[in-house]
């Protein structure tokens, strides 16, 4: 089976081409991150506008790289959401073109869904898993009993942990995207600042960061006010043992209730030196096996997406000529 995968739910334009949903044929992005730095965040009708420009030049590359013509495709997979509206648009239009030019399969597929999905490229599932899901929008422990079928048994009630980072990051003066930035000074300061962890009831796995980022931020005018300086390093060294620590230990906790022997990190802060090694070390500890993915991987791609639309397709599942992009759609079983 060879899929043609297509993402653009926020500033990455992607195409990729894979064979029987784990073998990269092509995996192209186009990032848009410099056009978006001055403003300190992604702005939509910019997004949307370097998709419209990006999409077809990445689609012929995707294709050149994978040196496969359009019949070798068996079927068009394209994140359906959620994501940005106008960014999404752009590849179900682009999908749904080639879809209907040549007469192919077309298969909608949800972006966190393409997030774990990464992690199939790297090592075949196996069932039941439990896979954390960490980045710039969601935060989320998705519990999987087979392929396919999703179980959100926790989420975030406010900020997502990219969220946070970044929030946190910009208070910092640190450039966009800050999460990358914050993990390199965490590595060479003290968490020396007493920070909360939000663990909210004792039985629920869900997350909020929205408090935690307050106290970074109360903490920084607080010591201004005083006229004292904080090092940033230990700040954000203190920042991050705290989302840690809680990401981990609800991670750990619901692996063990779920009787799970099988974890796996997905989403762009899957990058994060800190989590990866505690996550690492946890699993270690407890027998079992955890999987993550490279870099390439962790963050948007269209690799992932063509992957989880692999199973999809395997499994009989199509979405037809009416699909459109979701900007709030819900990871639901499929
Ligand atoms: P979603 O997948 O929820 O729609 P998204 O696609 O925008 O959101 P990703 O691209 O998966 O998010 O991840 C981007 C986020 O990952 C940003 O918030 C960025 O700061 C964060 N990030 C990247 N590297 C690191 C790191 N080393 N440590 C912490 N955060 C990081
Ligand atoms: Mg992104
Ligand atoms: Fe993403």
Not at 21 to 36: A, K, P, Y
Not at 71 to 97: F, Y
Request: proline share 4%; glycine share 8%; charged share 20%.
């Amino acid at each position: 089976t060879i899929i043609l995968g297509v993402e653009t739910s926020c500033d990455e334009t992607a195409v990729a081409v894979v064979k029987n949903g784990r073998d990269i044929l092509s995996n192209t992005v186009s990032s848009q991150i410099e056009s978006h730095k001055r403003f300190g965040g992604v702005v939509p009708e910019i997004a949307s506008r370097h998709h419209v420009e990006q999409i077809t030049y990445i689609l012929e590359e995707a294709m050149a790289e994978a040196e496969v013509s359009f019949d070798d495709i068996d079927a068009i997979a394209v994140t359906e959401g959620p994501g940005l509206v106008g960014a999404l648009l752009i590849g179900v239009n682009a999908a749904k073109a080639i879809a209907f030019s040549q007469n192919k399969p077309l298969i909608g597929v949800h972006h966190i869904a393409g997030h774990i999905y990464a992690n199939h490229i790297v090592e075949e599932l196996t069932f039941p898993l439990l896979t954390l899901v960490v980045s710039g929008g969601h935060t989320e422990l998705v519990y999987m009993k087979e392929h396919g079928s999703f179980e959100v048994i926790g989420e975030t009630r406010d900020d997502a942990v990219g969220e946070a980072y970044d929030k946190v990051a910009r208070t910092l003066g640190l450039p966009y995207p800050g999460g990358p930035h914050i993990d390199r000074l965490a590595h060479e300061g003290e968490a020396s600042i007493t920070l909360p962890r939000a663990w909210l009831e004792p039985d629920s796995f869900d997350f909020s960061f929205s408090g935690l980022k307050s106290a970074v931020i109360n903490t920084l005018h607080n010591a201004k006010q005083r006229g004292e300086t904080l090092p940033v390093e230990n700040l954000a060294a203190s920042f991050q043992e705290s989302v840690i620590e809680v990401l981990v230990t609800k991670t750990m906790k619901a692996a063990k209730e779920k009787n799970v022997d099988r974890v796996l990190l997905a989403g762009g802060v899957a990058a994060n030196k800190g989590l990866r090694k505690e996550l690492s070390d946890a699993c270690e500890a407890e027998g079992l096996k955890l999987t993550i993915p490279p870099m390439s991987l962790c963050t948007d791609n269209a690799a992932m997406i063509a992957a989880a639309g692999t199973i999809l397709y395997e499994k009989g599942y199509r979405s037809g000529d009416r699909l459109n992009g979701q900007p709030g759609l819900e990871l639901s079983s499929q």
